[in-house]
């Protein structure tokens, strides 16, 4: 696989690229492959290409458009398990996840195909009838990360073509080799130059959020970078969906299932190694339950089983890449320093195999902790006790972000009433990170602007143009 090239797709064409960036495997540490760094010229040549098929893309029907993600979801499937394994190499998950992964691309070509962009008659008298359309934005520059490179590709790139717009797709320059792979599969399922897909390193990004052929920036990432690219729209006033980081929290009541609270948090917590902008970081458990929940929560963490992906019964495999290993460390060597109580992890936190960490449990640390403060996307979470509602929303709320929240109470109205206290996009009850393609997903505070999925997202991807049609 070493010697396996890799090639962007510009204009419907392979494009071997000049310059070479280089793609780590996650569970060794080594080398897994180089793929093209785009250059300049070749962002460009990306833009240009996407420019010119803006008008004849936006005057195909919405139907055929459809139908357009209908031959996405057909090479999807077929080519499921190559773009899986690609995944596994890349991104370090098991293969079984990285199937998953697929198939959630694959419900979203057709949840999302399945959508419709009604015009809506907002007068209709007899001296004037008043339609509102919905009319593609032009280019969009589709920045994904490196946590689920396939589904956040297809929840960029779907909706936006499906609208009438054309696309420049970056990958993380973590994890661009499915993500490239995928592009060169859908060259016959589109037009020339309705999706193209360029790799490059973190100049790229940039470049691409600066570019005045570019309309609009969907971008899923950092809060930090979340401001920087914001920042460098402003010159040409692009269109921004932000995406960003959260430290959702869960809050466990005294009358929760703790059984089912359990083990949903189990998979909330752990699920990608915790690599997910919706992951449970902090969990928040009624003080009569506390000591019942602390003790099966860290047995059921301790059985996941976390391994190098290719060990046949890995259930979660290695954080992707150094520098995340790094921060996750740095956190917890802050944890030991302050001198937290580890309930489970404390010996085993060190190197394996590549990044693999091992899960940790955090003992109801203070407030101010850097491990309940920040967003740590790793495999490692605190338990807090409280005693009072009011106080435990208050310090949900207590943050900068607003991603998610999952409420765990046999009491379901009481769950909906403390879930709309709550300054975040989606609250859960009784279980957690259900995302659909039919509704939005977003961030409230420094979150992210804007939501993707649903007729919220699809409608992100449009400008309103309204007619004004005078009679008589
Ligand atoms: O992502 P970055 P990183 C969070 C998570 C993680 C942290 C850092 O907390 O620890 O992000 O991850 C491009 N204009 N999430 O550093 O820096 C750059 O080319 C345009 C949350 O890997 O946010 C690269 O593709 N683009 C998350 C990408 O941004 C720019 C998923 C790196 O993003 C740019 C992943 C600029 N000025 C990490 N600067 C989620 N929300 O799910 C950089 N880039």
């Known amino acids: 696989l070493p010697d396996q090239r890799f090639t962007m797709t510009i204009d419907g064409v392979a494009v071997p690229g000049s310059e070479e960036l280089a793609v780590t495997d996650p569970s060794t540490g080594d080398l897994f492959v180089r793929v093209p760094d785009c250059t300049r010229d070749e962002l460009d040549r990306a833009v240009d290409a996407a420019r010119r098929a803006l008008p004849g893309w936006k005057a195909t029907s919405y139907r055929s458009r459809q139908e357009s993600l209908g031959r996405i979801a057909a090479v999807l499937e077929k080519h499921g398990d190559e773009i899986a394994s690609l995944i596994v190499k890349e991104q370090g998950k098991p293969f079984p996840a990285a199937q998953g992964e697929i198939r959630s691309g694959l419900r979203w070509s057709r949840g999302i195909a399945a959508l419709e962009l009604p015009v809506r008659v907002a007068e209709d008298t007899p001296e004037r009838r008043v339609e509102v359309h919905r009319v593609p934005i032009g280019v969009v520059g589709a920045i994904a990360p490196w946590n689920y490179p396939i589904v956040q590709a297809c929840w960029k790139i779907l909706p ?94 005294a009358d929760a299932d703790i059984e089912k609270a359990v083990e949903g948090l189990t998979w909330g917590a752990m699920r990608n190694a915790g690599q997910i902008c919706s992951a449970t970081k902090r969990i928040y458990v009624h003080d009569s339950i506390y000591d019942r929940f602390s003790e099966a929560f860290a047995r059921r963490v301790a059985s996941v089983r976390f391994d190098r992906p290719d060990a046949g019964d890995a259930e979660v495999g290695p954080v992707q890449n150094e520098t995340q290993f790094d921060r996750v460390h740095a956190i917890l060597a802050d944890s030991r320093s302050e001198g937290h109580v580890f309930l489970l992890g404390e010996a085993a936190s060190g190197f394996d195999s590549g990044y693999l960490i091992r899960p940790v449990i955090i003992d109801n640390p203070p407030d101010d902790s850097r491990i309940v403060v920040e967003e740590q996307f790793g495999p490692v979470v605190p338990l807090l006790r409280f005693s009072e509602v009011g106080e435990v929303i208050d310090r949900t709320n207590a943050t900068q972000y607003g991603l998610g929240v999952s409420i765990w109470s046999a009491d379901l109205d009481r769950g909906r009433e403390l879930g709309m206290a709550i300054e975040c996009g989606t609250v859960w009850i009784n279980e957690t990170q259900y995302v659909s393609p039919d509704f939005p997903f977003g961030g409230h505070k420094q979150s992210g602007m804007g939501a993707e999925n649903g007729i919220e997202g699809l409608l992100a991807y449009t400008e309103t143009q309204t007619l004004v049609l005078r009679r008589g």
């Open 160 to 253: 936006a073509i499906l609208a009438g717009n054309t696309v420049v797709l970056k990958p993380s320059p973590y994890t661009p080799v499915a993500t490239l792979r995928l592009g060169e599969l859908l060259r016959d399922a589109l037009p020339p130059g309705v999706l193209n897909v360029i790799s490059g390193s973190d100049r790229l990004g940039p470049w691409m959020t600066e570019h005045p052929g570019i309309d609009k920036i969907s971008f899923t990432g950092s809060t930090a970078t979340g401001r920087l690219v914001m920042r460098s729209a402003a010159a040409t006033l692009k269109r921004l969906t932000l995406e960003l980081g959260g430290n959702d929290a869960a809050i466990v009541l």
